[in-house]
Nanobody, 125 residues
Framework: QVQLVESGGGLVQAGGSLKLSCAAS????????MAWFRQAPGKEREFLAA????????YYEDSVKGRFTISRDNAKNTVYLQMNMLKPEDTAVYYC??????????????????WGKGTLVTVSS
C-alpha cells in the first residue's frame, strides 16, 4: 500500500508556472504507474498526465500537452507535475494517483488504486 500527499498548489497569474509534487510513503512509488488528475467545481475528475514505472513513458491529455510535464524521482519517491503557461481554466484541485495495473500507462479514474487528498491550484486572469 502507498500513501500519497500532494503539495505545491497555490495562486498564480495566467501565464505563470507551478510545480506540483506528490510524495509517496509506504510502498515505493516506482512500484506503481502514476498519473495526475484534476477536478474543477461542478465537473468530473479529469485525467491530465500519466507516467510509467520507469519514468520513460508518458501520456498527456490534449488540453495540457506542451504545457504540463510529468516526471518522477524514484530516489525521492516523488512524482512531479510541472505546469507552464497556466490559464484560468486550469483552476482546480489537482490529485496524484497510483495504479497497480500491469499496463505501463494508465489514465482512467477506475484504473487507479490510491489517491492523494489533492492540492488547490487557482489561476487568476
Amino acid at each position: 500500500q502507498v500513501q500519497l500527499v500532494e503539495s505545491g498548489g497555490g495562486l498564480v497569474q495566467a501565464g505563470g508556472s507551478l510545480k506540483l509534487s506528490c510524495a509517496a510513503s509506504g510502498r515505493t512509488s516506482s512500484s506503481y504507474a502514476m498519473a495526475w488528475f484534476r477536478q474543477a467545481p461542478g465537473k468530473e475528475r479529469e485525467f491530465l498526465a500519466a507516467l510509467s514505472r520507469s519514468g520513460i513513458m508518458t501520456y498527456y491529455e490534449d488540453s495540457v500537452k506542451g504545457r504540463f510535464t510529468i516526471s518522477r524521482d524514484n530516489a525521492k519517491n516523488t512524482v512531479y507535475l510541472q505546469m507552464n503557461m497556466l490559464k484560468p481554466e486550469d483552476t482546480a484541485v489537482y490529485y496524484c494517483a497510483a495504479s497497480e495495473r500491469r499496463a505501463a500507462l494508465v489514465r482512467y479514474v477506475s484504473d487507479m488504486n490510491y489517491w492523494g487528498k489533492g492540492t488547490l491550484v487557482t489561476v487568476s486572469s
